[in-house]
Nanobody, 123 residues
Framework: QVQLVESGGGSEQAGGSLRLSCTAS??????MAWFRQAPGKQREGIAS???????TYEDSVKDRFTISQDRSRITLYLQMNNLKPEDSAMYYC???????????????????WGQGTEVTVSS
């Protein structure tokens, strides 16, 4: 099974920026995404990207966050701008393992997960 490792989390003031990274143990030629989970809340998908670069975003992060992948398809990124306190959460990267369907930020077919990186945004 491919392994994913997130990094880049930390604390930031509202209005600031952070860039998260997710490095895979090998090349991934399938749908990938970023999810987040705040304490006491359900995990939610926020951005996805296909192997050809097509993206989808959850409305609350659209126009603020950008998902991208390097040309090797080994590292996934999430550029987060204009951060808000409600963005505070543990952030996870995820990937399809096999099968699945349409690559979408809230797809139920993500089965490979990283360990998470924490983001805290203060007012």
């Amino acid at each position: 099974q491919v392994q994913l490792v997130e990094s880049g989390g930390g604390s930031e003031q509202a209005g600031g920026s952070l860039r998260l990274s997710c490095t895979a143990s090998t090349y991934i030629n399938r749908c990938m995404a970023w999810f987040r989970q705040a304490p006491g809340k359900q995990r939610e998908g926020i951005a996805s990207i296909t192997s050809t670069g097509s993206t989808t975003y959850e409305d609350s992060v659209k126009d603020r966050f950008t998902i991208s992948q390097d040309r090797s398809r080994i590292t996934l990124y999430l550029q987060m701008n204009n951060l808000k306190p409600e963005d505070s959460a543990m952030y996870y990267c995820a990937a399809y393992s096999s099968g699945g369907g349409y690559c979408y930020y809230n797809s139920p077919y993500f089965t490979v997960w990283g360990q998470g990186t924490e983001v805290t945004v203060s007012s």
